[in-house]
Structures are given as C-alpha cells and as structure tokens.
C-alpha cells in the first residue's frame, strides 16, 4: 500500500514530481536528461519528443499502479469531496 495511509495527501504537503512517483509506484527512475534542453528550437530532437511522450505514457502506468493499490478508496474519497489541482 502506499505509505502514508491517506489517499488524501501520503506526501505530506508538496506533491511528489513526476519521477518521484514513477520511482516510489512503478520502482523505475525517469531520464530527465533532456528536461532542460532547448525547448524552443525546433525542430525538436528525437529525444525531446520522446521525453515529452513519455510523461503520458507513465501517468497512465501511475494511474494503474494507484488504482492497484487504492481501488474503491481513492473513488469513495474522491467522491466526498477531495479536490486535485
């Protein structure tokens, strides 16, 4: 289960970074290499499209994992109330 106990906040104040939840959920460290390359220049280079890709590609692996982990608990306290931004 996630540590913490609460689906409300397990990280305490600040959310976790993309690549601390694929760390700590999926146990695999995202290359973040080409985060601060040049993002205004294009064309963009086969990295940085893959880098850009592959967020959606793990949010939905994360979106997996936590829906294991949390099921009907995080939809109830969702439910009630519990706002993401």
Same mark, same amino acid.
């Given at each position: 289960?996630?540590?913490?106990?609460?689906?409300k906040n397990p990280w305490?104040?600040?959310?976790?970074?993309?690549?601390?939840?694929?760390?700590? %959920? $999926?146990?695999?460290?995202?290359?973040?290499?080409?985060?601060?390359? #040049?993002?205004?220049?294009?064309? !963009?280079?086969? +990295?940085?499209?893959?880098?850009?890709?592959?967020?959606?590609?793990? %949010? $939905?692996r994360l979106q997996a994992?936590?829906?294991?982990?949390?099921? #009907?608990?995080?939809?109830?306290? !969702?439910?009630? +109330?519990?706002?993401?931004?």
């Open positions: 289960k996630l540590q913490g106990g609460s689906v305490n104040k600040n959310p976790p970074s993309l690549g601390t939840c694929c760390a700590a %959920l $999926l146990g695999r460290r995202l290359d973040k290499r080409a985060q601060c390359s #040049d993002w205004a220049r294009r064309p !963009l280079s086969p +990295g940085q499209v893959e880098y850009a890709a592959l967020d959606a590609v793990v %949010l $939905l994992r936590l829906e294991e982990e949390v099921g #009907d608990e995080l939809v109830e306290e !969702l439910e009630g +109330g519990l706002s993401i931004n």
